[in-house]
């Protein structure tokens, strides 16, 4: 069983854009005691269209993870997650004549101290260790590929010009989605995890990110990351979607009793 306290929390920004198509949420499983599930998504599609895709990623996660008992596959939740949002946003997009599209990175924690994660497209997920980075996820992205390639420095990536073209997304009508991966275990007392869109990412280093999430409580986080991501980005800022979620130490148990000499039994 777990030996830390979970606290988490999310934030979002609109940044300079007319609206709001990221979403992202916080779930614990109703049939599974001590599962939670972090999801982001970041929708795409034009005005209204993105983020009718990135609700229904959420939607679809809520609804799966509500199905979910201790003893089911976390990867196989995670897979079918991807899978059911991708064909619903697909027939979404023939009745509402749009073409939505979204990312989508999710992390479950278990109370078996484990921690899984997957992902489509470049919204990531990054694992702290106290105030170090330990890793993230690999954006699937035309200029990552790029990387793969050794065409280009990974520092050029953010500042591509084609930096915004992803080569997997949840929605597509010619390609289905792929999905990558992670795990790790055993989880202890100050590891940390921040799931995030490029609206947050994009003007971060790792270590000012690490930094961040390990000094602050997850809303203190929150309210300083969006405000040096608003600083960077405006006045073309993305908008801006994130979850963090902290293990931290377990609260000392409280004497609230009295011992008192047993009276005779009779």
Known sequence: MSQYKIEAGTGQHIGDRQEQQDRVALFAAPHAPGYMIAVVAD???????????AEQVVRTAKQLFGEFYPGNNVQTLLENIVNEAHTVIKLSAVSSEKEPHSTFVALVLTPQQEAYWAHAGDSRLYRFRGPNFAE???DHSYVEKLVDEGKIQPEEA???KLSNILVNVLGSSTTPPYISFGSYKPLKENDSFLL???GLWHYFDDAELSAAVAANTPRQASELLI???RER???RGDNCTFAIIKLLSPPAEVKNYTVEKMRRAI
């Open 43 to 53: 929708g795409m599609g034009g005005k209204s269209g993105g983020a009718l895709a």
């Open 136 to 138: 993230k996820t690999r």
């Open 158 to 160: 953010k500042t591509h």
């Open 196 to 198: 995030c869109s490029d």
């Open 227 to 229: 405000k040096k991501a």
């Open 233 to 235: 980005g405006a006045p």
